[in-house]
């Protein structure tokens, strides 16, 4: 059947081509100049015509020409396109000259492409080869260490969440720091829509097999034609799109296993018993009071802890019950094609990924269809479309008792099932058995779905006005349909205490977001020497999100889950909320002699988020080039194959706060009793506006020997201004805090990219390193600490979220008193700041807060090594972060010398016990508080460095894929996250609790969950 | 040809223009400050709010209540949850930045910004219900000044309340921050006076009856309290005889059935209203075990219970794993704020510092509250008894470190002496205000 329609619709392709009776047939193949392959799929176009072909599987086309004059274009990707006069053999062989990274390369930017050489700006493109089937949730995961100066960061391991991205530090200390994302031309939504404070991910809906390209723009020059939103870069995703030729089939399919990447070493049983004896007796508390503790964890059973020979006797490893090996499969199947009028994309994807949390997963089942069709010589029309269904089992906040890394907190004395009920220990039954709530009981007796349903589409006409003048039309929407639905049954009572017959949820979020890009695009060149690509349009994005939320209390039984049979219905609420945005832009970019660039733009944008005395904004940008290599004097020396100096400079914005931020509002939500009620709620700010960032870069591009070693080298400096910030205000006005524009920071930085050939031939071998710094300062907040978590803090001349706080001085080798720094500042004589006393004290209040840690990098980095021999392909990918600072806000009832019932990490065995004993653990008082207060004694690097992908794959030869009717077959395995090289204590040194997780507090751990580290084995298969 | 060119570069133009009104989006779940407060209902409905307000967990929700048992404790009871703010109060041992310090300042002056609001558009209101709003919003005001300078400030009795630092008043509501909005701390007495004054003119404004909303006798009630604290035993006697004298309540039968109730009981003078759509008993968060509605945090020990006698029904207490409160132990039941049987122990002890018999004998006021909880009628009384019976009447209720700090006790806990006006005691301006308000000027210890 399939090979009827596949023969229909290349007779119709052959119809549709006018066959002139001159014509005659050239064939030929096309191989690698490397190695000599034969490449299959090779785009073979007649200039000056829309007619075109494909290689097969085996390299070889055939084509109709007109004529011996005429010319044909061999194109492929990772080739350097090629174009020969046809003459008047009827065979042609061609070697196309592998181009992998070359300069010449086309990049996206905003409403255009340009080609790599001609830039101004600095983006860093990921392209599809790089990011298909790399076995994580969502895009910016698998794009992690690849683009310079772009630092991506998965909280903890849970699937389907959050991941944060900073592109060149943090621009804001209290507007929005992740960049805009845009996916083919429609900004999207990227915000959580989650109704708790552990995040969901929209980009999670995309299937980033269909990708062609990641694009991030980073200086002002790339990102100020999206104005006031770009201040924080710009990602722009583009789709794959059709291609003129016989239509390829792709099929992937990759299964595997993952496992978490560390875990931590607990107290057992003995010892356990052991510290908290101590621990008691140290406090001068009854040994009886923590013997019937011990016995009640042990679900009442005092053999359980005291007797190590009994059959009873119990020493549970709570981690080993929560962190379980996970699984992933994906299967994606993809069809590309087109005639010379009519080309398509369309594929379908399902992803199913069980994590390596206890009953979380994910799945994703996708399509798409990208299609384009030119109606006549002048108009071409077309459209994208994307439909996503997501589907995920989340779990609680890391800030929840019944989130499973908090098990760790329970004492080993307690075995996992209570023999008295059959089911897990502490499942309700009227009497606390562990310290605290068991999270094995949400296992069974919760549920925590999340249903999304996104469409991301676009539909454009392109009408080509005159010759180089063009007018492009674009409606695009974001559709996300979610639907939460929680349910906790009664055995869940003791974290649920006040609904203890049950209690669910449901709620639903709908955001339709759309846009319109309209714009007239003028591409000349003049006299052979000056070429102009000059922009001109609008476009209005509008959004809005309507919330309604339904919760139960009292089902009659387990059994029954919708809120339709509950007693009560508690709580309720629906909610509307909508922004828009109207922007002008203009860009001109010109070239004289293809050596010197210039480039201008301009973006006017106004938003309803703005106060009315500020709505609108201006945001220019000027950059230019010069190609050096171009020069003449440079046309004798072989060495430096390409050299290109630029600049650039100009204005972005930040938008990104809530909507109605600048009027004075009343709320109706102050019912008390059944009453209602309203409160003030907000003050009024009508100046509110953008925040905007200053940012100037200079770059050099180089490429030597032949672009065998091609680089980037890039230095920068953003300086933000009117910062939106949360600015304090006395609470006796009734007002925490009013948004204003105040304050400044700074970011500034250095990036370097180098590509280098190291071998080529038969053996290919090419390794692509990047590195970049970024220093975060904050210049003026007027003198405010703006407070984050633990002892996270935004203050004056630090970078942001630095760690403020009492500086831990060790253990008291006399008492086992926890000693601290006073760091008293130590003035002279004329009241200047001389020092600080670094005498210690044991009491905290007397020890100053200064800084002891940051969590922000000072390195971020990535490499990889491509490997090529015959079918074989190897490469292997490292990611690194470097130089920061990770809090572990669970150091306090997980490392805190038995201060409290919870379990204790191994590491509080080597505590102070006599005098004399030097060690950093205090010693263990039992709620005494020795060490426990928050301080630099719970903070660590976090630098490490991570084997992020491997992937090792072999390519049947074309003889015997050729026997099978198939045009490539691969198979392959990839590791993720394979290998981590840290000095961090903690599960995973990539960490940034979900629960405390803002522009300010960065970096804390609070029984975070590590990432999955994953085995795949999968196809690639082509027809 | 130039005429098509002529017509598609005007309907691309077109597209191009025209959408500037767009932006002009109006908020919908809030609304515009301007037209919050126009009529009578709109500032009824605000007063409600100022209601709402005072009914969050850290304010009369129960975190106030909470942390003057926890300051005050002397072994009786122990703080065993993970929350670092509650857990330092109890140890006395308050961090400059701690959470609850914070809280409690920030919502208590957010209810006081809200009766400011409703004070200043009493024009508004239709003439048959201006005072009884009126009256409400400053019972209000002057209960949460009353809070705040009992937390912030060194008690009454403790030095010279005209030059001890109290807390700011701000009698004005806040339209925007400017150069006034930045206030320092008014002297002790100065907060009382206009504590005294609010509760004075709130007595007089308000009906007798009012749901459960502010009456006359909750006026009263509170202000006995104020008086008592600042050592007027006189104008605490006739505030709390008032109450009584009123006849409007009586105490309920059973000391138990007084607890755990969605409504207000006869005893009832004034209670925070909690259902299960709205507001949150804080207490119950805090003292109930997991199977009554609570987190189980606050255990009573040994200590406590050797305060009763055999039979005393207000040896009040179940075990869940640990001891703790029957009087705190259903999420929804209301939180009490003032009950006929304090008037009864105040009258008491303010007549016997007297010596006078206003309303009652001191040892029959006792004997009423006595007969209710099941033990026998004392003979007579001595201010030392008359003070036991208080503290077992009106336990974990939120008077004990008032109590303590009024009648200069010292705190015996372990081997650690707290005199009343030990600075520990007194929470810190919190760390926050300190830096955002350069006016304010910290407490002693912090």
């Known amino acids: ?1023 | 040809m130039k005429k098509r060119l002529i017509y598609i570069s005007l309907l691309a133009s077109s597209l191009l223009m025209g959408c500037g009104n767009k932006l002009d989006i109006k908020p919908v779940n809030d609304i515009d400050a301007s037209t919050a407060l126009t009529t009578s209902g709109d500032i009824e409905a605000l007063l409600v709010g100022a209601y709402d307000s005072m009914g969050d967990g850290d304010v009369l929700g129960g975190n106030i209540q909470r942390d003057a048992e926890l300051i005050a404790d002397n072994g009786e009871l122990s703080f065993v949850g993970t929350f670092t703010a509650p857990r330092e109060i109890f140890r006395k041992k308050l961090l400059r930045d701690d959470q609850q310090a914070e809280d409690t300042w920030f919502d208590t002056y957010r209810t006081i910004n809200i009766a400011n609001n409703v004070l200043a558009n009493t024009g508004v209101v239709t003439a048959a219900k201006k005072s009884k709003v009126e009256g409400e919003a400053k019972f209000i005001r002057g209960l949460m000044y009353f809070e705040l300078i009992r937390v912030y400030a060194k008690t009454f009795l403790d030095g010279n309340p005209l030059s001890n630092p109290g807390v700011p008043l701000v009698l004005v509501p806040t339209k925007q921050v400017d150069g006034s909005s930045f206030v320092g701390r008014n002297s002790v007495q100065e907060v009382y006076a206009q504590i005294i004054k609010d509760l004075t003119d709130a007595e007089k404004l308000l009906p007798v009856s009012n749901g459960f909303f502010a009456t006359k006798n909750a006026a009263a009630a509170i202000l006995s309290r104020v008086y008592l604290m600042s050592g007027d035993y006189a104008n605490a006697r006739d505030a709390a005889d008032r109450v009584i004298a009123s006849k409007v309540y009586s105490l309920v039968p059973g000391f138990q059935d007084e607890f755990n109730t969605a409504s207000n009981t006869s005893e009832d003078i004034f209670a925070m209203q909690v259902t299960a759509q709205d507001g949150v008993n804080s207490l119950v968060t805090f003292f109930a075990s997991s199977d009554k509605g609570g987190r189980g945090d606050i255990i009573i020990e040994d200590k406590h219970l050797a305060l009763y006698d055999a039979n005393d029904t207000r040896n009040f207490f179940y075990v869940d794993g640990d001891r703790f409160t029957g009087k705190w132990a259903d999420p929804f039941a209301n939180v009490k704020i003032a009950r006929l049987s304090e008037m009864y122990l105040t009258r008491a002890e303010a007549n016997f510092r007297l010596g006078t018999k206003v309303g009652a004998s001191p040892v029959d006021d006792i004997n009423v509250v006595r007969l209710r909880a099941g033990v026998l009628p004392a003979s007579s009384v001595t201010l030392q008894s008359i003070l036991k019976e208080r503290r077992l009447e009106l336990a974990f209720e939120g008077h004990w470190i008032h109590d303590i700090k009024r009648t200069k006790t010292t705190i015996i806990k372990g081997t650690d002496s707290y005199p009343f006006n030990a600075p520990n005691l007194i929470f810190p301006i919190p760390l926050r205000e300190i830096n955002t308000n350069n006016k304010l000027v910290q407490n002693e210890g912090y």
Request: aromatic share 10%.
């Open chain 1, 1 to 1023: 059947m399939r090979k009827i329609l596949l023969l229909s619709f290349l007779f119709i392709i052959s119809m549709g081509a006018s066959v002139m009776a001159q014509d005659r047939r050239v064939t030929g193949k096309v191989t690698s100049s490397s190695d000599g392959s034969p490449l299959p799929g090779v785009s073979i176009t007649l200039k000056g015509s829309t007619r075109g072909t494909q290689t097969d599987a085996i390299g070889q086309y055939s084509i109709l020409v007109p004529s011996s004059e005429s010319v044909l274009t061999f194109s492929f990707v990772g080739f350097k396109t090629e174009s020969v006069v046809v003459g008047v053999k009827n065979k042609l062989n061609i070697s196309l000259e592998d181009d992998s990274q070359s300069l010449n390369e086309v990049v996206v930017v905003g409403y255009g492409t340009v080609q790599k050489s001609s830039l101004t700006g600095n983006i860093a493109k990921v392209s599809s080869k790089d990011i298909q089937n790399v076995p994580v949730n969502s895009i910016e995961q698998s794009i992690q260490g690849k683009a310079a100066g772009v630092f991506i960061e998965a909280g903890n391991g849970k699937l389907g969440q959050g991941i944060k991205m900073r592109i060149r530090g943090s621009s804001s200390v209290t507007a929005g720091n992740q960049p805009l994302y845009v996916v083919d031309g429609i900004p999207i939504i990227t915000d959580s829509q989650s109704n708790t404070s552990s995040p969901t991910n929209p980009l999670a809906d995309i299937n980033f097999n269909d990708v062609e390209s990641v694009e991030v723009l980073k200086d002002a020059s790339a990102a100020a034609i999206y104005g006031a939103r770009a201040s924080n870069g710009v990602v722009l995703i583009t789709t794959k799109q059709g291609k003129v030729g016989k239509t390829n089939f792709e099929l992937n399919y990759y299964t595997g296993i993952s496992n978490a990447t560390g875990h931590r070493d607990w107290l057992n049983t003995a010892e356990y018993v052991e510290l908290f004896k101590e621990a008691r007796a140290n406090a001068g508390l009854s040994l009886s009071g923590g013997e019937s503790r011990f016995t009640r964890y042990a679900v009442g059973e005092r053999e359980r802890w005291e007797n190590p020979a009994s059959p009873k006797y119990t020493s549970t490893n709570w981690e080993d019950q929560v962190l379980v090996q996970g699984d992933v499969k994906q299967l994606d199947l993809n069809v590309r094609g087109g005639n010379d009028k009519t080309i398509f994309y369309a594929s379908g994807g399902y992803n199913k990924t069980n994590g390596i949390l206890i009953k979380n997963s994910f799945e994703r089942i996708s399509g798409r269809l990208n299609l384009e069709h030119k109606a006549t010589e002048k108009i071409s029309l077309g459209v994208n479309f994307s439909l996503a269904k997501t589907t995920n089992n989340r779990l609680s906040n890391d800030n929840a008792f019944s989130t499973p890394m908090q098990i760790v907190a329970l004492a080993p004395l307690s075995p996992v099932i209570d023999p008295r009920t059959g089911i897990p220990t502490d499942t309700y039954d009227g009497a606390n058995v562990t310290q605290y709530y068991n999270p094995l009981i949400n296992v069974d007796y919760s549920s925590n779905v999340t249903t999304v349903y996104r469409s991301i589409g676009n539909v454009f006409g392109k009408y080509k006005i005159l010759d180089g003048l063009s007018f492009r039309t674009e409606y695009g929407y974001d559709l996300l349909i979610q639907n939460e639905e929680t349910y906790y049954g009664t055995e869940t009572k003791r974290n649920n205490s006040t609904s203890p017959n049950g209690v669910g949820d449901n709620r639903f979020v709908q955001i339709f977001n759309y846009n319109t890009n309209n714009f007239f695009n003028y591409n000349k060149t003049f006299a052979e020497k000056h070429a102009v690509d000059a922009t001109l349009g609008m476009s209005y994005q509008e959004s809005k999100r309507d919330v309604t939320y339904v919760e139960g209390k009292a089902f009659p039984s387990s059994s029954y889950k919708q809120i339709i049979a509950a007693a009560q219905k508690t709580d309720g609420t629906s909610e509307e909320t909508a922004f828009a945005f109207l922007s002008y832009f203009a860009r001109v970019n010109y070239k004289l002699d293809n050596r010197y660039l210039l480039s201008l733009s301009g973006r006017v944008d106004g938003s309803s988020r703005f106060g009315a005395n500020s709505r609108y904004g201006f945001f220019p940008a000027a950059s230019a080039g010069w190609v050096v290599s171009e020069e003449n004097f440079m046309k004798d020396q072989h060495t430096l194959s390409f050299l290109k100096l630029r600049a650039s400079y100009g204005l972005t914005g930040n938008a990104e706060i809530q909507n109605f931020k600048s009027a004075a509002l009343f709320s109706g939500d102050a019912g008390y009793a059944g009453v209602p009620g309203q409160r003030p709620s907000q003050i009024a700010n009508p100046d509110l506006k953008w925040e905007t960032t200053a940012q100037a870069d200079l770059g050099i591009e180089f490429g030597l020997l032949k672009d065998r070693i091609s680089g980037e080298i890039d230095v920068y400096s953003k300086n933000t201004t009117d910062l939106l910030l949360n600015v304090n205000v006395p609470g006796t006005t009734g007002f925490k805090t009013q948004l204003r524009n105040t304050g400044k920071l700074e970011n500034k930085g250095f990036e370097f990219v180098l590509n280098t050939r190291n071998i080529v031939g038969a053996f290919n071998w090419t390794t692509s390193f990047n590195i970049a710094t970024n220093k975060n300062k904050i210049t003026d907040l007027q003198g405010q600490v703006i407070s984050g978590s633990f002892l996270s803090r935004a203050v004056e001349g630090q970078s942001i979220g630095v760690f403020y706080g009492p500086e831990y001085a060790g253990v008291d080798p006399k008492n086992g008193d926890a000693l601290y720094y006073k760091n008293t500042e130590v003035k002279d004589a004329n009241g200047n700041v001389t020092g600080r006393d670094r005498s210690t004290t044991n009491d905290i209040n007397d020890a100053s807060y200064v800084v002891i840690g940051n969590p922000n990098p000072k390195w971020i980095g990535g490499i990889t090594n491509t490997m090529n021999y015959k079918g074989i392909d190897l490469s292997f990918s490292f990611q690194g972060v470097f130089g920061n600072d990770i809090y572990n806000g669970g150091g306090k009832f997980m490392s805190a010398n038995g201060d409290y019932w919870d379990n204790q990490t191994k590491d509080q065995l080597t505590r102070w016990r006599k005098p004399g004993d030097i060690t950093n653990v205090p010693q263990a008082r039992f709620d005494s508080q020795n060490g426990t207060a928050e301080s630099s004694r719970y903070v660590s690097d976090g630098s490490y460095v991570r084997l992020k992908n491997v992937t090792i794959g072999y390519t049947l030869p074309a003889s015997i894929i050729k026997k099978l009717n198939l045009s490539k077959v691969r198979i392959y395995a990839t590791g993720q996250n394979v290998f981590t090289f840290t000095k961090y204590k903690g599960w995973d040194p990539e960490v940034n609790s979900d629960a405390y997780s803002t522009n300010v507090t960065q970096g804390i751990d609070f029984y975070s969950a590590p990432q999955a580290k994953t085995f795949i084995l999968g196809v690639n298969i082509g027809f």
